[in-house]
T-cell receptor
Framework: RKEVEQDPGPFNVPEGATVAFNCTYS??????FFWYRQDCRKEPKLLMS???SGNEDGRFTAQLNRASQYISLLIRDSKLSDSATYLC??????????FGQGTTLQVKP | EAQVTQNPRYLITVTGKKLTVTCSQN?????MSWYRQDPGLGLRQIYY???????DKGDVPEGYKVSRKEKRNFPLILESPSPNQTSLYFC????????????FGEGSRLTVL
């Protein structure tokens, strides 16, 4: 089993839709969780950290479910510019960051 | 401008010809790391460095070497490249890696024939 697993998609949604991605992790001792965004052929960039209480940044909401060992990213009112690959990142056994393979989102007009 | 700079951005080479991909950051970050990204496999860590003269293996270090003689530079060396090292390589730095905030370079696309 991979340490961090994501549904690769692609998720194809119309503009204005709400879309959610999940990411599961295997190490119950993980303490830190993040979502990164990667545009096609570009470098990944930190989108947001995921806190135990959940956090929101504009149209983006991140949540953590420790009992089921998954984190989620919700995007409301999708824009064309949201089209990208979203990478789930979890700290592993040694504190090292482990990246999921990413979920691709395509927002259509 | 705060940035991580990698060179070359694109390289086609042949099996066995030694090459170096340079990485430099101007943010005075102690932590630096190299990743490779392959379809279906995501980002995998090759080597990382917590500080000058301190380097450690990541998940896929075979066939690679690194050095950290200065804080700002962290070159990736392929002594004898092979076709399975064809990949997209990213260098990253961080002031505190446990915060998850990594700053990535723009990537270096390497093809080994």
């Amino acid at each position: 089993r991979k340490e961090v697993e994501q549904d690769p998609g692609p998720f194809n949604v119309p503009e204005g839709a709400t879309v959610a991605f999940n990411c599961t992790y295997s190490n119950s001792a993980s303490q830190s969780f993040f979502w990164y965004r990667q545009d096609c052929r570009k470098e990944p960039k930190l989108l947001m950290s995921v806190y135990s209480s959940g956090n929101e940044d504009g149209r983006f909401t991140a949540q953590l479910n420790r009992a089921s060992q998954y984190i989620s990213l919700l995007i409301r009112d999708s824009k064309l510019s949201d089209s990208a690959t979203y990478l789930c990142v979890v700290n592993g056994n040694t504190g090292k960051l482990i990246f999921g393979q990413g979920t691709t989102l395509q927002v259509k007009p | 401008e705060a940035q991580v700079t990698q060179n070359p951005r694109y390289l086609i080479t042949v099996t066995g010809k030694k090459l170096t991909v340079t990485c430099s950051q101007n943010m005075n970050h102690e932590y630096m790391s190299w990743y490779r990204q392959d379809p279906g496999l995501g980002l995998r860590q090759i080597y990382y460095s917590m500080n000058v003269e301190v380097t450690d293996k990541g998940d896929v270090p075979e066939g690679y070497k690194v050095s950290r003689k200065e804080k700002r530079n962290f070159p990736l060396i392929l002594e004898s490249p092979s076709p399975n090292q064809t990949s997209l390589y990213f260098c990253a730095s961080s002031p505190r890696p446990n915060t998850g905030e990594l700053f990535f370079g723009e990537g270096s696309r390497l093809t080994v024939l």
